[in-house]
């Protein structure tokens, strides 16, 4: 029997195909929606960048760093320490790709608020010297896109690298056993390092609440504990920003100015220091002695060691 099709049939015939089509690739759609919606946001997490205010530009783009010493009391081997901690902020080019500071201007760049952080202290005989670097984007809309930091005294010195890449790509070396040449990814979290620059640029920002947040890289090397996130409660109290960590028994808080450009005046650490019996919860803290603006890097001449007396450093 010959079948024949009427024009109206066809129509309704493409149509529903047509319909049908559209069905399915909206479903995949759906899911992946609803996957996003279900992954746990950070408080106050910020995800767009803003224009620089003209404070900001003014005081970071002047050509000189900002530099600021403290008098450091530091937990060591159950005992409190005395030194010196200096914090050292700069804005700087970044390239992206290769992860270091451009020599060359360049669209690509990304501009960074780098931190140095420095502590000296002596242990009994030998002394302690730890560096921490911090590369944060300027823009305040992602993490950090580096670290590192050396730890060097008698026994030996340890080095930790970070990269921000697809996922945090992490390189570590040190003289202990079961610490020694480890390469490893973690899944992106809050990282305390970069809370540091985060709150210079806008403590408004700061993210709150519940969070999962990897210590820094000083602790975890002086506590030998794996480098990770750790479920952390953070709170904004008027001028302190304070990062409590029940699985680690340790607080960090950090006073700062309210005012721009929001310079840290103060900051202490509560954890337990010391092994066996020698054990007990202590206080380190650091109390900001000087502050200085200066293009340190051309100062390196004799001449310019008065700048350490300025700070109280010798």
């Known amino acids: 029997m010959e079948t024949s099709f009427k024009p ?3 129509c309704a015939y493409i149509l529903g195909l047509l319909l049908c089509f559209i069905s399915c690739k909206k479903e995949p759609h759906s899911e992946k929606l609803l996957a996003v919606n279900t992954v746990p946001t950070l408080t106050n997490m910020v995800t767009s960048e803003k224009p620089l205010p003209e404070a900001f530009k003014d005081y970071w783009y002047s050509g000189k760093a900002e ?6 009391e530091q937990a060591r081997y159950g005992e409190i320490r005395t030194g010196k901690a200096v914090l050292i902020y700069v804005t700087e080019d970044f390239l992206p790709k290769i992860q270091v500071k451009a020599d060359h201007q360049n669209n690509n760049n990304i501009p960074v608020l780098k931190l140095n952080a420095t502590k000296k202290f002596n242990t009994g005989i030998y002394p302690y010297s730890i560096m921490q670097s911090t590369f944060y984007p300027v823009a305040n809309n992602k993490h950090a896109i580096k670290l590192s930091s050396s730890m060097q005294e008698w026994c030996g010195h340890a080095y930790t690298q970070l990269n921000n890449k697809t996922q945090f790509e992490i390189m570590s070396h040190s003289y202990f056993e079961g610490e020694a040449d480890e390469s490893f990814k973690l899944q992106k979290a809050i990282l305390e390092n970069e809370l540091w620059t985060q709150l210079r640029i806008d403590p408004k920002s700061l ?3 519940n969070l999962n947040v990897i210590p820094s890289f000083e602790y975890s090397r002086l506590k030998h504990i ?3 996130a750790y479920t952390t409660k953070a709170t904004l109290n008027n001028n302190i920003y304070t990062l409590n960590y029940p699985e680690l028994n340790r607080t960090l808080a950090i006073t700062f100015n309210l005012n721009f450009p929001y310079d840290i005046i103060s900051w202490e650490e509560t954890f ?3 092994f066996g019996s020698n054990a007990k919860k202590l206080v380190t803290k650091a109390s900001r002695i000087k502050t200085i603006k200066s293009a340190y890097w051309t100062k390196n001449h004799n001449k310019h060691q008065n700048l350490r007396d300025t700070l109280q450093l010798n």
């Open 8 to 10: 109206s049939i066809i």
């Open 67 to 72: 530099i600021t010493s403290y008098k450091l």
């Open 207 to 209: 993210p709150l609440g």
């Open 226 to 228: 794996p480098i990770k």
């Open 272 to 274: 337990k220091s010391g």
